[in-house]
């Protein structure tokens, strides 16, 4: 590939990871923060009521390990697909968003559709995504044998 085209490629697809980590962080930290909205969303969204601080603590804590894996590009497979399914999880559960998109902040959710897309793009492409952990780890074997 073009060396130019390759570095456009691999700065791209860092920016599409920063602008997610910027959102999912946000939710991460929300789990730490403000426990009690984290179980409103929960209940509202995803009909798990009774979320207590301590389970919202666990998953801000198993939210941030992957997060920090996908921002890093470590385990490309499992982080962008796990980072894809946990806001397509999101996205879909909010269909009744979607129905009456304006009434009241309805839609601010429509948001959600470009970062899905954008997510499915670091997916697909994520053996080009250069500027990783994994492929540093890819080039430094590659260079020892």
Same mark, same amino acid.
């Given at each position: 590939?073009?060396?130019?085209?390759?570095? /456009?490629?691999?700065?791209?697809?860092?920016?599409?990871?920063i602008g997610v980590v910027i959102?999912?962080?946000? !939710?991460?930290?929300? +789990?730490?923060?403000?426990?009690?909205?984290?179980?409103?969303?929960?209940?509202?969204?995803?009909?798990?009521?009774?979320?207590?601080?301590?389970?919202?603590?666990?998953?801000?804590?198993?939210?941030? %390990?992957?997060?920090?894996?996908?921002?890093?590009?470590?385990?490309?497979?499992?982080?962008?697909? &796990?980072?894809?399914?946990?806001? %397509?999880?999101?996205?879909?559960?909010?269909?009744?968003?979607?129905?009456?998109? !304006?009434? +009241?902040?309805?839609?601010?959710?429509?948001?959600? !559709?470009?970062?899905?897309?954008?997510?499915?793009?670091?997916?697909? &492409?994520?053996?080009?995504?250069?500027?990783?952990?994994?492929?540093? /780890?890819?080039?430094?074997?590659?260079?020892?044998?």
């Amino acid at each position: 590939m073009d060396t130019v085209l390759q570095h /456009r490629l691999n700065l791209s697809l860092l920016l599409l990871r920063i602008g997610v980590v910027i959102v999912m962080g946000i !939710w991460t930290i929300d +789990k730490f923060v403000n426990p009690a909205h984290a179980s409103a969303v929960f209940a509202h969204f995803y009909h798990i009521s009774d979320l207590s601080v301590n389970t919202s603590y666990i998953l801000g804590v198993l939210q941030l %390990a992957i997060v920090v894996c996908f921002l890093a590009g470590f385990m490309r497979t499992w982080s962008y697909g &796990l980072v894809f399914l946990m806001h %397509a999880g999101s996205t879909l559960s909010s269909y009744a968003r979607y129905i009456e998109p !304006w009434e +009241k902040t309805n839609l601010l959710f429509f948001a959600a !559709w470009p970062m899905l897309a954008a997510l499915a793009v670091l997916f697909i &492409l994520r053996e080009y995504d250069n500027w990783t952990i994994d492929a540093r /780890r890819l080039q430094n074997s590659e260079a020892i044998s």
